[in-house]
């Protein structure tokens, strides 16, 4: 699994990309691939959760979203994460 963490700087502009990404995402998690995502309470960010085998599938699918590259986004991390639970 790997984890990928946004933080947003308030720019309105991101919310014009957002509609798109939302439809993107709920497409990955129908397919199985994004376990869980969504905003933190305060709207500083987001935390998305993959569930892929490699590196590469992650870094495909990051790249494949236009919202992480849209004013006001930011990728503040990705890593690769063992739950333990799940």
Known sequence: MYVLELSFDGNPE????RPAHREL??????RGVVAMAGPYAD???????F?????EEFEALVA???YYRAPGVTIAAKREWNPIFR
């Open 14 to 17: 991101r919310l014009a990309h």
């Open 25 to 30: 995402v709920s497409g990955l998690k129908e």
């Open 43 to 49: 709207e500083s960010g987001a935390l998305l959760v």
């Open 51 to 55: 569930d892929v085998a490699t590196e």
């Open 64 to 66: 494949a979203d236009p």
